[in-house]
Nanobody
Framework: QVQLVESGGGLVQAGGSLRLSCAAS????????MGWFRQAPGKEREFVAA????????YYADSVKGRFTISRDNAKNTVYLQMNSLKPEDTAVYYC????????????????WGQGTQVTVSS
C-alpha cells in the first residue's frame, strides 16, 4: 500500500512558477514509477508528466514540455513537479500517482493516487 499526499498548489499569476511535491508513505517508493495528472473543471483528467523508478526516464505531455520538469528524490520518498511559465490553461487540480509498472501517460495503469492539490493561474 502506498499513500500519496500532494502539496505546493496555490494561486499564481500567468508567467509565474510553482513547485508541487508529492510525499509517499512506505518503504517501496523507489520501486514505483510516478506520474502527475491534472483535471480542470468540466474536463477529463489528463496526463502531465511521468518519471521512471530510478528517475532516469521522463515523459511529458506536449502541452507542458519545456515548461514543466518532473523529478524525484527516492531518499525522501518524494516526487516533484516544477512548473514554470504558467498559463491560465494550466489551472486544474493536480494529482500524483504511483505505478508499479511504467504506464507513462495511461492513467488507468497507475495503482495509487493522491487527493490532489489545486493550482490556479490568473491572467
Amino acid at each position: 500500500q502506498v499513500q500519496l499526499v500532494e502539496s505546493g498548489g496555490g494561486l499564481v499569476q500567468a508567467g509565474g512558477s510553482l513547485r508541487l511535491s508529492c510525499a509517499a508513505s512506505g518503504r517501496t517508493f523507489s520501486s514505483y514509477a510516478m506520474g502527475w495528472f491534472r483535471q480542470a473543471p468540466g474536463k477529463e483528467r489528463e496526463f502531465v508528466a511521468a518519471i521512471s523508478w530510478s528517475g532516469g526516464s521522463t515523459y511529458y505531455a506536449d502541452s507542458v514540455k519545456g515548461r514543466f520538469t518532473i523529478s524525484r528524490d527516492n531518499a525522501k520518498n518524494t516526487v516533484y513537479l516544477q512548473m514554470n511559465s504558467l498559463k491560465p490553461e494550466d489551472t486544474a487540480v493536480y494529482y500524483c500517482a504511483a505505478d508499479i509498472g511504467y504506464s507513462g501517460s495511461y492513467g488507468g495503469g497507475y495503482d495509487y493516487w493522491g487527493q490532489g492539490t489545486q493550482v490556479t493561474v490568473s491572467s
